[in-house]
């Protein structure tokens, strides 16, 4: 029997062959998940712009935009920078491999593919990915918003409240960039930035790698779901999903993020509707827009 659609999860499969991407998609199909298909890198970048899938299966190489390119301009899309990518290759050399690893793989199989294989190695990476997302929100629940950036300040991952802030940073990338070497030491408050009452600042933790540092968003940020509440008169639950709708999430993104049933998202959709006479998630995403940027 096959899941419901919101607890299917999505895979995006880029390949240049048509006859793989057609074996994939009923493979991945049979096995019950949502399945997008690129045939090419640029054509994935489009796809990933709209939508953010759960894991990427990608081709090495193809023409124009190799796999390893795909996964450079994924590490720099804060979106995407937490989603699996398993390299489809032909290519068995080491240095092949370790470039895949390097620009950011999670895993990798070798062409021709072995389907039953390629099918236990997503639903390994699934399952980690899922136990960091659960890891990423209990660091969030306990006040403690974190985020990984490379010396060039390029996100490797955040907790959704982390990222949420750095949005609405967008000088955070040029301290990173203006760190030292070698660096501060740990407790160094990279950037602090203050509007009115609103204060958010950046420390410096320390580096968890040879080109990976680990920052802590300030707790006495003033989170702009805490304006949707008090302007909208919404709960504080009703705020963040507004929140995430005006920074154009779905529904199953929101479900995912918050941890809870995607219809439970739209109980909380409806209850926004309800209060603020709005009647369209455009609506209600232009009108959290406004608002944000009043204050």
């Known amino acids: 029997m096959t899941a419901p659609a919101a607890n299917r999860k999505t895979i995006l499969v880029i390949d240049d062959d048509p006859a793989v991407l057609g074996l994939m998609d009923e493979k991945l199909a049979e096995g019950g998940y949502i399945v997008l298909l690129a045939q090419s890198g640029a054509a994935a970048l489009e796809v990933i712009s709209h939508t953010v899938p759960d894991l990427i299966l990608v081709d090495a190489l193809m023409p124009g935009m190799t796999g390893w390119d795909v996964c450079e301009a994924l590490r720099s899309n804060s979106r995407a920078a937490g989603v699996p990518i398993i390299f489809m290759t032909g290519l068995t050399e080491t240095e092949h491999v370790l470039r895949a690893f390097e620009a950011g793989a999670a895993d990798y199989v070798t062409k021709p593919l072995r389907l039953e294989e390629v099918m236990a190695r997503i639903g390994v990476r699934l399952e980690a990915a899922s136990r960091i997302r659960s890891a990423h929100g209990a660091l969030d629940r306990a006040g403690r918003y974190l985020f990984a950036t490379t010396r060039m300040g390029e996100v490797l991952w955040a907790t959704p409240q982390a990222s949420l802030i750095l949005d609405a940073i967008p000088q955070s990338q040029a301290a990173l960039k203006a760190l030292p070497t070698p660096l501060p030491p740990p407790g160094t408050v990279v950037l602090q930035q203050e509007t009115g009452d609103t204060s958010v600042s950046l420390t410096l933790v320390g580096a968890t790698g040879?080109?990976?540092?680990?920052?802590?968003?300030?707790?006495?940020?003033?989170?702009?779901?805490?304006?949707?509440?008090?302007?909208?008169?919404?709960?504080?639950?009703?705020?963040?999903?507004?929140?995430?709708?005006?920074?154009?999430?779905?529904?199953?993104?929101?479900?995912?993020?918050?941890?809870?049933?995607?219809?439970?998202?739209?109980?909380?959709?409806?209850?926004?509707?309800?209060?603020?006479?709005?009647?369209?998630?455009?609506?209600?995403?232009?009108?959290?827009?406004?608002?944000?940027?009043?204050?």
Do not use: C, M
């Open 210 to 295: 040879p080109d990976e540092l680990l920052l802590r968003v300030g707790k006495q940020a003033i989170f702009p779901e805490n304006i949707l509440r008090t302007k909208l008169n919404l709960s504080a639950r009703e705020a963040e999903v507004l929140l995430w709708i005006s920074r154009g999430k779905t529904s199953r993104d929101i479900a995912d993020i918050l941890e809870v049933s995607h219809r439970t998202v739209d109980k909380h959709i409806e209850q926004i509707y309800n209060k603020t006479g709005l009647s369209s998630r455009a609506a209600a995403a232009a009108t959290a827009s406004r608002l944000l940027q009043e204050n």
